[in-house]
């Protein structure tokens, strides 16, 4: 990479930071035991079929189970949930991760039971691009909680809206 890759880069990074993105957390079943990360990177891809993608960074610890699973649950954080969001952003939080509020389910992913909203995926596809792998999936299922209040995250730090 030469010096204005690294421009480039950095411009970027400052750029992106600036975009505002709801907090998810990602969860998958392997072997029975539940694992999960925060992600960010989530987007609707169609209705027909109803699906989206996660995208997931490759060095992340779910990141190959994620290729072999049937499964993976987008549970979309409320703003009351930042606790959560750290604490599946820290590898040393792992044992406390599903302790409390989460339903457990010995084939599927752990849903979060209050979530602003629980969507089921069936992989069907990934494909990996520089840092991270693109996973789509097609929406089996959805819970939604009622008041619309997601956590938010820019420029490195959480938030939410305040509407009027």
Same mark, same amino acid.
């Given at each position: ?5 690294? @421009? ?64 993976? $649950? ?8 930042? @606790? ?5 952003? @820290? ?53 939604? $909680? ?19």
């Amino acid at each position: 990479m030469n010096g204005s890759d690294d @421009d480039v880069i950095g411009q970027f990074r400052r750029a992106m930071r600036r975009v505002a993105a709801t907090v998810n957390v990602i969860s998958i079943t392997v072997d029975g035991q539940p694992l999960g990360i925060t992600a960010t990177a989530v987007s609707s891809l169609s209705m027909e079929p109803p699906s989206l993608l996660a995208c997931i960074n490759r060095a992340a610890a779910v990141h190959a189970s994620m290729a072999d699973m049937a499964n993976f $649950r987008v549970n979309i954080l409320h703003r009351d949930q930042e @606790d959560i969001a750290r604490m599946f952003a @820290d590898r040393r939080e792992e044992e406390r991760r599903f302790a409390e509020g989460w339903e457990l389910f010995p084939d599927l992913p752990p849903r979060l039971m209050d979530a602003q909203a629980s969507i089921l995926c069936r992989r069907i596809d990934h494909h990996e691009f520089g840092t991270h792998s693109i996973f789509i999936g097609v929406i089996e299922d959805v819970c939604v $909680r009622e008041d619309v209040s997601p956590l938010l995250y820019w420029n490195g730090q959480y938030g939410n809206i305040n509407p009027c």
